[in-house]
């Protein structure tokens, strides 16, 4: 009997060990920046969709959310945004995207920023249209949930017309 109660108490023991030493591992392999890459890939599985509504649902609904648009403009507030993106994504088909050298920088734990590269082609009002530049979001947890609060995007080649210092200009060899 004395063996029995031992062999149960061992494998007890040896079954709590193995379960604490389970719990450590998945501790050690946690990522804290995942749910902010997350919410980058749902942001991109939007755009390649023209998804206003999905798109739109990873940045914060804000009057201070704040977009530095690629042509140079700026977007305040997420209405505005809301309704220059379903203006021009009911204009827009066939889009692919390609993002390259993804960056996720947590800042705090209720703070991050995504940085990347981007190509993009897509069908606009019924013309083919290509452009590619860089592009930074800062994210902040509100709640359980990352959010989008600002974007600054950049062409990699301004039109000539765009204020770009001679000086910011990338010189051709």
Known sequence: MKHIVFAILFCFA?????????????????????????????????????DAEKLLGVYE?????????????????WAQMKKNREESFAKTKNVTLETTGVRVEMLSPTSAYVSFKWKQQQEYDGKLENAS????????????????????????????TRPVLDSERQKEN
């Open 14 to 50: 040896f079954s709590a060990a193995v379960s604490a030493q389970g719990a450590a591992v998945v501790k050690r392999n946690y990522d804290p920046s995942r749910p902010v890459r997350d919410a980058f890939d749902r942001l991109v599985e939007a755009i390649k969709q023209a």
């Open 61 to 77: 609904n804000s009057d201070r959310t704040l977009f530095f648009n690629n042509n140079g403009t700026v977007t305040m507030g």
């Open 133 to 160: 530049g860089r592009t930074t979001l800062i994210f902040k947890k509100i709640g359980k949930e990352w959010k989008a609060v600002h974007l600054h995007t950049s062409p990699d080649n301004p039109g000539p």
